[in-house]
């Protein structure tokens, strides 16, 4: 390491975990984060993308993992790239699968315990491991887990070190809807600690159960920042497409069309009907009051641009 | 707490990647073949030729071929393994040294390739030569250094090159066993010539490629081994982390 390979260190708000300075990262043509001013505070801040926006290159830049192409990162203190110190401050739980596959439970957390050089790292794997709801006696190896057990792990062996940044790449992948809940909960009282959790996750409904902060990515640019009640409005405000299958597909389109919340309509079989409106939740209750009037029963309303690229093409000013 | 402590849980980790039944099967299969063949070699020739006859043999077979490919067999997937399965992140983003990592991961590497490579030669060095001493403690050294010296060398390849494991393989059969053999400056950047070296000297019998003083046998793989630990710690502290 030379004094040249050492960007100088950037203006560091007094109250931030993480700062980003004009942080681009390019894979030959491929630009996946471009050129990314960021601060994150204390408290849970939701990353929120689509796949394939640079959410997880953005994580790995931020743990030191990737080197920017351009730009400065900056955690707890200093670059976690060269940095032990910064590096001790951070915990990560990596969006892929792998795990060491012929160790236990207990033995991957003991190991990056004593890795992050805790004084009993027996007791704090087992402490953490209750933390998440996993037996630490269990004598299986993780190989053999399934994919829930596998993603408890990760949250263990990123919090045995009880570190004050905690980076969470699709966290909540494979586990269910209890855990799910679980894992929301914990993180969101190590953010009401005064941990800096930031959460990456693809999921619209997911990011709004972990708090208000979010940041929004988009084919590698920061397209939004800000409450993610603000952000919900905006995305609100649009127009939305719905599916709805629930029989005489054509005196449904009909009763529709009458409706003032419902811009257009349009009849796809004999069962379903899609529709454009600005009131989502206005024409879900509409829609039952018809069926009730017409004898039908609603099968299913399903959103047909809720899902996040629609919602970052908005975003971004590129609508379908 | 203490940085040992910190490299001994690295290297039983690392240790406990490499121990896998197909491996134990391989490992098994190359010793039993290295009995019989030594038996048999020195069986058949008469007794005057019994140990030229039998150092050659473990010359190919041992310092050509089974010690290489062992170590890279074991080496190459110490730290390779970690980045394949993407487990590599989870020791790397800790804050420790690099070299520990590097150490940690030649030490469990030799620990697999040294006993593989000097019981099982130094065994068909004892039954094909009767117990000649001197040869079988030759071939134990010569089989020694050879392991130690690849084991520094695959670790680092296992950590650098995607397909390793190829990699290594045109290494040992083209490089070492052709290459190496057409030249005296491509020879020096052999290391099998260092333990043939030692071999050809302790034994007292001409081998090709065994062109290097003892001292330089004896010095040059473990300096391998060593300068290849550093450079895996510093491709550690650059490299991109999956």
């Known amino acids: ?320 | 707490m203490s940085p040992v402590r910190q490299l001994l849980a690295l290297y039983r980790t690392l240790l406990d990647q490499q121990l896998t039944k197909s491996r134990l099967l391989l490992i098994a299969g190359f010793s039993v073949l290295a009995l019989v063949l030594a038996l048999s070699i020195g069986n058949q020739v008469e007794p005057e030729f019994r140990i030229e006859s039998v150092v050659g043999f473990l010359s190919v077979y041992g310092l050509g071929f089974m010690v290489p490919i062992l170590s890279l067999l074991f080496a190459s997937s110490t730290l390779g393994q970690l980045v394949d399965d993407e487990t590599l992140v989870y020791i790397w983003l800790r804050p420790n040294p690099r070299w520990q990592l590097a150490l940690a991961a030649w030490a469990a590497a030799t620990t697999v390739s040294l006993p593989v490579a000097v019981i099982p030669l130094a065994s068909a060095a004892a039954i094909g030569t009767s117990g000649q001493t001197d040869t079988v403690v030759a071939t134990g050294l010569s089989m020694a250094l050879a392991a130690i010296g690849y084991s520094g060398l695959f670790v680092l390849a296992g950590l650098v090159f995607r397909r390793a494991l190829l990699w290594g393989l045109v290494y040992v059969f083209i490089w070492e066993l052709f290459v190496a053999r057409a030249g005296a400056g491509a020879a020096r950047l052999s290391l099998n010539t260092y333990p043939h070296s030692v071999l050809a000297r302790m034994t007292e019998i001409e081998l090709p490629l065994a062109e290097r003083s003892m001292a330089a046998g004896l010095i040059v793989p473990p300096a391998l081994a060593l300068v290849a630990v550093a450079a895996t710690a510093w491709w550690l502290s650059r490299a991109e982390i999956t």
Request: negative net charge; charged residues 25%; glycine residues 8%.
């Open chain 1, 1 to 320: 390491m030379t004094a040249l390979d050492t960007p100088p260190p950037p203006v560091v708000p007094r109250d931030a975990s993480v700062v980003l300075t004009k942080v681009s990262k390019s894979f030959g043509p491929l630009v996946a984060v471009s050129d990314i001013d960021l601060v994150i505070r204390p408290g849970i801040t939701a990353l929120l993308g689509p796949n394939g926006a640079g959410k997880s290159t953005l994580l790995r830049l931020i743990c030191g993992l990737a080197k920017p192409t351009t730009g400065t990162v900056w955690v707890a203190g200093g670059n976690p790239r060269f940095d032990d110190e910064a590096r001790s401050h951070l915990g990560l739980v990596p969006q892929q699968d792998g795990v060491f596959e012929r160790l236990t439970a207990l033995e991957t957390v003991r190991l990056a315990a004593t890795l992050s050089g805790l004084a009993d790292p027996e007791e704090q794997a087992r402490r953490v491991l209750d933390t998440v709801e996993l037996d630490a006696e269990l004598e299986r190896d993780v190989g053999t887990f399934s994919k829930g057990m596998r993603q408890r792990v990760k949250v263990a062996q990123a919090l045995v070190h009880d570190p004050s940044v905690l980076v969470l790449d699709e966290p909540l992948n494979g586990l269910d809807p209890r855990q799910r809940h679980h894992m929301i909960d914990l993180f969101r009282r190590l953010g009401d600690a005064g941990r800096t959790v930031l959460v990456s996750s693809h999921v619209l409904d997911e990011v709004e159960r972990f708090g208000s902060h979010v940041v929004v990515v988009a084919k590698g640019r920061l397209v939004a920042e800000g409450d993610f009640r603000e952000i919900r409005t905006l995305l609100e405000n649009q127009p939305h497409r719905i599916r709805v299958s629930c029989g005489q597909a054509r005196d449904v389109a009909a009763e529709l069309i009458r409706l003032p919340t419902v811009i257009g309509c349009e009849v796809v079989d004999a069962e379903t009907v899609e529709l454009t409106t600005g009131d989502v939740r206005a024409v879900r209750r509409q829609l039952l009051a018809i069926c009730q009037k017409l004898d039908l029963t609603l099968h299913t309303i399903s959103p047909l641009d809720d899902d996040l690229e629609s919602v970052f093409r908005y975003l971004v000013g590129d609508r379908p």
